[in-house]
């Protein structure tokens, strides 16, 4: 006793006390208030271990100050400072499940408007843990356990502390970053920044991306925006009347399949489809087939395809638009388009946290009605894989709310069990053979492809049972690869191709990815247009009626006459009607005639080569636009005629049940959501699904009483 005595009455051992406290109650939080997915013991450990360097390193500021009591003053408001921190952090996830900002910190009132009027309401019994230390202090040094430490402190132990801190982080690091690599680059998640570096980095690194963001927007004026203008106005390509309005006041259903390539489609392997479901649609004389669209995202993946279907912009050279711009953009995005234009209400289902990619508070940006996450499904031991609910559990369970949107609605379900490393449960397998090669990754993937037809099978079933088929236009694209290119060598022999001459080219045709628009009535076929992800948006607004002119879109409508089938992958490689133009290390073109293949001598013919140089340049062009348009924040200055700029203000993903009864209540007989339309009935007795985790159990399909009932206690805990 007497030994912690005297080591606690000295500066560093008071500091080592601080620094445990500190620890403990962060742990606390971890794992008592956050629910950060912590999955493997290594990530435990990693959590552990993390609010240590950076407690170590602020608080070792205080040992620079030579005069005691300055410095034990100092180390206390560092400790006050980061205890509040903590506790906010605890509070505003309450609310928001997500963490405070350097945005969220700085803008007072809307932290004060989060937290303000409920703010009593979030406090728990157990919060006392996150005070009851103070008072231990206090009584440590009132009853002279502890005593102040006049003695000067080296300078020498100073800068050791630091550095021991330092080292402690680097070490933190490195095994954050082998666990989960990019981890900083990518950014997926709040969540994932809390859980492997701690808070205080999360609001470091944060600080740091908002100060340089918004140093570029401070350069920026609105005359910035004539040049984009004129370019956009340059760009437009008129609609087809062919297909203009063709979809006027119809429902529009978008369906993100994860990681799905063109190649699967009509794929076999061992004589047995793959997704004979997608085959039989893609083949459909309703649809509409593209079987040369590319996907284009860079480094933000799933979050860079759904930026560019939502606003027509591409996504960010590196790391996600979302994670990075996402939470102060402004943007003129589908959702507020149509639901400005023509009355659409606007919804996402997702079986993953909301935070995930940013995406609760990019949606409010983009004016999205409701956004239902992980939160809005029933969560059991073997309902999610590591990326959130599967499929079929998550389709099943999204159409209780969708029945309750009001009609015209705009909804995007983005599934999520065909996501790298592929790995599907053998009991979710309905006896599907994967294939044989030695590569588990590559044999997996059309297992869970098989798995994601299965659920839309069912999904389209209830669309049609329910009758919202008949009035809705259903758009299904993949986003990006599934398997990279240092698996496509032992996926070579299963698309026909020798692994020892797979090269660049090939790689390349990997990126293809299916977009199909599916209608009754519509005019399908297989459409052998050049296109990509940018062209969608255009596209879904003239067939909803909408003319995309007076938008800042840098896509064109791959219907249109005009259509640009110049297609332009984020690193600047780009595909046109006839050949594929790839850099090669040096920064060189290498161009492949599409056709064959084959590889191009420029050298020996030098028209081509001047094409070439004219496209490349186009491209930059193009991709440059982007990038201005986003790291400026150019649309604050331009708003087109008859938009009115998204409030993100006016919405909240917390209580999306009552915001649907009440929409309906208060619209009475007006009411055009689908269940009223059944004379106040539900139709989700319509759904079926062979999911083997339900048991038979319609319970979480039919009511959503259990998640009402989740989110009471969650209240009242
Ligand atoms: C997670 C999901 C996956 O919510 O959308 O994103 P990805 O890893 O494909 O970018
Ligand atoms: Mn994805």
Same mark, same amino acid.
């Given at each position: 006793?007497?030994?912690?005595?005297? /080591?606690?009455?000295?500066?560093?051992?008071?500091?080592?006390?601080?620094?445990?406290? !500190?620890?403990?109650?962060?742990?606390?939080?971890?794992?008592?208030?956050?629910?950060?997915?912590?999955?493997?013991?290594?990530?435990?450990?990693?959590?552990?271990?993390?609010?240590?360097?950076?407690?170590?390193?602020?608080?070792?500021?205080?040992?620079?100050?030579?005069?005691?009591?300055?410095?034990?003053?100092?180390?206390?408001?560092?400790?006050?400072?980061?205890?509040?921190?903590?506790?906010?952090?605890?509070?505003?996830?309450?609310?928001?499940?997500?963490?405070?900002?350097?945005?969220?910190?700085?803008?007072?009132?809307?932290?004060?408007?989060?937290?303000? $009027?409920?703010?009593?309401?979030?406090?728990?019994?157990?919060?006392?843990?996150?005070?009851?230390?103070?008072?231990?202090?206090?009584?440590?040094?009132?009853?002279?356990?502890?005593?102040?430490?006049?003695?000067?402190?080296?300078?020498? &132990?100073?800068?050791?502390?630091?550095?021991?801190?330092?080292?402690? /982080?680097?070490?933190?690091?490195?095994?954050?970053?082998?666990?989960?690599?990019?981890? *900083?680059?990518?950014?997926?998640?709040?969540?994932?920044?809390?859980?492997?570096?701690?808070?205080?980095?999360?609001?470091?690194?944060?600080?740091?991306?908002?100060?340089?963001?918004?140093? %570029?927007?401070?350069?920026?004026?609105?005359?910035?925006?004539?040049? +984009?203008?004129?370019?956009?106005?340059?760009?437009?390509?008129?609609?087809?009347?062919?297909?203009?309005?063709?979809?006027?006041?119809?429902?529009?259903?978008?369906?993100?399949?994860?990681?799905?390539?063109?190649?699967?489609?009509?794929?076999?392997?061992?004589?047995?489809?793959?997704?004979?479901?997608?085959?039989?649609?893609?083949?459909?004389?309703?649809?509409?087939?593209?079987?040369?669209?590319?996907?284009?995202?860079?480094?933000?993946? &799933?979050?860079?395809?759904?930026?560019?279907?939502?606003?027509?912009?591409?996504?960010?050279?590196?790391?996600?638009?979302?994670?990075?711009?996402?939470?102060?953009?402004?943007?003129?995005?589908?959702?507020?388009?149509?639901?400005?234009?023509?009355?659409?209400?606007?919804?996402? =289902?997702?079986?993953?946290?909301?935070? =995930?990619?940013?995406?609760?508070?990019?949606?409010?940006?983009?004016?999205?009605?409701?956004?239902?996450?992980?939160?809005? /499904?029933?969560?059991?031991?073997?309902?999610?894989?590591?990326?959130?609910?599967?499929?079929?559990?998550?389709?099943?369970?999204?159409?209780?709310?969708?029945?309750?949107?009001?009609?015209?609605?705009?909804? @995007?379900?983005?599934? %999520?069990?065909?996501?790298?490393?592929?790995?599907?449960?053998?009991?979710?397998?309905?006896?599907?053979?994967?294939?044989?090669?030695?590569?588990?990754?590559?044999?997996?993937?059309?297992?869970?492809?098989?798995?994601?037809?299965?659920?839309?099978?069912?999904?389209?079933?209830?669309?049609?049972?329910?009758?919202?088929?008949?009035? $809705?236009?259903? +758009?299904?694209?993949?986003?990006?690869?599934?398997?990279?290119?240092?698996?496509?060598?032992?996926?070579?022999?299963?698309?026909?191709?020798?692994?020892?001459?797979?090269?660049?080219?090939?790689?390349?045709?990997?990126?293809? %990815?299916?977009?199909?628009?599916?209608?009754?009535?519509?005019?399908?076929?297989?459409?052998?247009?050049?296109?990509?992800?940018?062209? +969608?948006?255009?596209?879904?607004?003239?067939?909803?009626?909408?003319?995309?002119?007076?938008?800042?879109?840098?896509?064109?409508?791959?219907?249109?006459?005009?259509?640009?089938?110049?297609?332009?992958?984020?690193?600047?490689?780009?595909?046109?009607?006839?050949?594929?133009? !790839?850099?090669?290390?040096?920064?060189?073109?290498?161009?492949?005639?599409?056709?064959?293949?084959?590889?191009?001598?420029?050298?020996?013919?030098?028209?081509?080569?001047?094409?070439?140089?004219?496209?490349?340049?186009?491209?930059?062009?193009? *991709?440059?636009?982007?990038?201005?348009?986003?790291?400026?924040?150019?649309?604050?200055?331009?708003?087109?005629?008859? /938009?009115?700029?998204?409030?993100? @203000?006016?919405?909240?993903?917390?209580?999306?049940?009552?915001?649907?009864?009440?929409?309906?209540?208060?619209?009475?007989?007006?009411?055009?959501? +689908?269940?009223?339309?059944?004379?106040?009935?539900? &139709?989700?007795?319509?759904?079926?699904?062979?999911?083997?985790?339900?048991?038979?159990?319609?319970?979480?399909?039919?009511?959503?009483?259990?998640?009402?009932?989740?989110?009471?206690?969650?209240?009242?805990?």
């Amino acid at each position: 006793m007497n030994k912690l005595k005297i /080591f606690l009455s000295k500066r560093l051992g008071f500091m080592t006390l601080l620094v445990f406290t !500190l620890w403990l109650k962060t742990i606390i939080a971890y794992y008592v208030d956050f629910s950060l997915g912590v999955a493997d013991p290594l990530q435990h450990m990693i959590l552990i271990f993390n609010p240590i360097a950076t407690t170590v390193i602020l608080l070792s500021i205080a040992l620079y100050i030579t005069r005691a009591k300055i410095s034990y003053i100092v180390m206390g408001v560092i400790y006050v400072l980061e205890s509040a921190l903590l506790y906010g952090n605890v509070l505003y996830y309450r609310e928001f499940s997500d963490f405070l900002s350097f945005n969220t910190i700085a803008g007072a009132s809307k932290v004060s408007k989060g937290l303000g $009027s409920s703010a009593s309401s979030l406090v728990q019994a157990h919060d006392f843990i996150y005070g009851i230390d103070f008072i231990i202090i206090a009584v440590l040094f009132l009853t002279h356990f502890i005593k102040l430490d006049s003695r000067p402190m080296r300078k020498l &132990t100073a800068i050791a502390a630091t550095m021991l801190g330092v080292f402690l /982080f680097s070490f933190n690091l490195t095994i954050a970053e082998s666990n989960r690599p990019q981890l *900083l680059g990518r950014t997926f998640d709040r969540a994932y920044i809390v859980k492997y570096l701690g808070l205080n980095t999360f609001l470091a690194y944060d600080s740091i991306k908002t100060v340089q963001n918004n140093q %570029v927007r401070s350069e920026a004026v609105g005359t910035d925006m004539d040049d +984009v203008l004129s370019y956009v106005e340059n760009n437009y390509a008129k609609p087809n009347p062919n297909y203009f309005g063709k979809a006027k006041g119809k429902n529009i259903i978008i369906i993100h399949l994860e990681s799905f390539q063109q190649f699967l489609i009509n794929d076999k392997v061992n004589g047995q489809e793959v997704t004979p479901f997608l085959n039989s649609l893609y083949n459909d004389k309703n649809t509409m087939s593209f079987d040369n669209f590319y996907h284009e995202v860079g480094q933000g993946k &799933t979050s860079d395809a759904e930026n560019m279907l939502e606003t027509g912009l591409f996504g960010l050279p590196e790391g996600s638009l979302f994670t990075k711009l996402g939470s102060d953009n402004t943007f003129q995005a589908a959702p507020a388009i149509l639901g400005q234009k023509e009355g659409y209400t606007s919804a996402v =289902f997702h079986g993953n946290v909301g935070s =995930f990619w940013n995406r609760n508070v990019v949606y409010k940006n983009m004016g999205y009605n409701y956004f239902f996450d992980s939160n809005y /499904f029933n969560k059991t031991n073997d309902s999610s894989l590591e990326y959130g609910m599967k499929d079929k559990l998550m389709l099943s369970e999204s159409v209780k709310y969708l029945e309750q949107l009001q009609q015209p609605f705009y909804a @995007k379900f983005i599934t %999520v069990t065909n996501h790298y490393p592929f790995q599907l449960p053998d009991e979710d397998n309905d006896g599907f053979a994967a294939p044989t090669t030695n590569n588990s990754v590559v044999n997996n993937y059309f297992v869970t492809a098989h798995y994601l037809d299965n659920s839309l099978k069912e999904f389209f079933n209830y669309l049609k049972d329910s009758g919202i088929y008949d009035n $809705s236009m259903i +758009v299904l694209y993949g986003d990006h690869y599934g398997l990279s290119n240092s698996q496509n060598p032992d996926l070579a022999p299963l698309v026909g191709v020798d692994s020892n001459n797979w090269d660049d080219f090939n790689n390349s045709q990997m990126q293809k %990815v299916p977009f199909m628009i599916h209608m009754k009535g519509l005019k399908g076929g297989i459409n052998h247009t050049y296109g990509g992800e940018i062209d +969608v948006l255009p596209t879904l607004l003239h067939l909803a009626g909408i003319d995309s002119k007076q938008y800042v879109q840098l896509g064109t409508d791959l219907l249109s006459q005009k259509h640009n089938p110049i297609v332009i992958f984020r690193n600047k490689n780009f595909v046109t009607p006839h050949y594929t133009v !790839l850099k090669d290390s040096d920064g060189n073109p290498e161009v492949y005639r599409n056709k064959t293949g084959e590889l191009v001598n420029l050298d020996e013919d030098p028209v081509l080569k001047q094409k070439v140089a004219k496209w490349q340049k186009y491209v930059n062009e193009k *991709l440059k636009m982007s990038d201005t348009i986003n790291n400026k924040n150019l649309l604050r200055f331009y708003t087109p005629t008859g /938009f009115t700029p998204v409030d993100p @203000k006016n919405y909240d993903y917390q209580n999306e049940i009552q915001k649907l009864v009440q929409t309906r209540d208060s619209l009475g007989l007006k009411s055009t959501s +689908v269940y009223s339309q059944n004379n106040n009935k539900p &139709t989700t007795g319509l759904y079926n699904t062979d999911a083997p985790e339900l048991n038979g159990d319609r319970t979480f399909i039919d009511s959503w009483s259990s998640i009402l009932k989740n989110k009471d206690t969650d209240e009242t805990k």
